[in-house]
Nanobody, 128 residues
Framework: QVQLVESGGGSVQAGGSLRLSCAPSGYTYRRYCMGWFRQTPGKEREGVAAIPSGGTSTYYAEYVKGRFIISRDNAKNTLYLQMDSLKPEDTAMYYC?????????????????????WGQGAQVIVSS
């Protein structure tokens, strides 16, 4: 059974930092491309960052470039999202997701429909 479990969410003041972790199980993690998404009530889920199976490249949404860093440790089966210089507009439920790596993933790595497996989410609240 595939499971992705996020942790590390919480409340922080604007300008602060948080690090999210995602612990997948039930599939061969190192073979999958991974992504972080976020969603606020009433809005579509949006891509934040993505990383291929080997971690050789990274992809970011414009609104987090320079502030967030996605990384993965295949030996520890863990995905991370380091979030710095947080803004109130970063407040959202954050989800990690897994997708088969392939040509279509590389053409649009921040598109949620590429992803097969999803975690339950971790809440991030940034106060001004």
């Amino acid at each position: 059974q595939v499971q992705l479990v996020e942790s590390g969410g919480g409340s922080v003041q604007a300008g602060g930092s948080l690090r999210l972790s995602c612990a997948p199980s039930g599939y061969t993690y190192r073979r999958y491309c991974m992504g972080w998404f976020r969603q606020t009530p009433g809005k579509e889920r949006e891509g934040v960052a993505a990383i291929p199976s080997g971690g050789t490249s990274t992809y970011y949404a414009e609104y987090v470039k320079g502030r967030f860093i996605i990384s993965r440790d295949n030996a520890k089966n863990t995905l991370y999202l380091q979030m710095d210089s947080l803004k109130p507009e970063d407040t959202a439920m954050y989800y990690c997701a897994a997708a088969p790596c392939g040509g279509s993933w590389y053409s649009s790595p921040l598109t949620q429909y590429q992803y097969n497996y999803w975690g339950q989410g971790a809440q991030v609240i940034v106060s001004s």
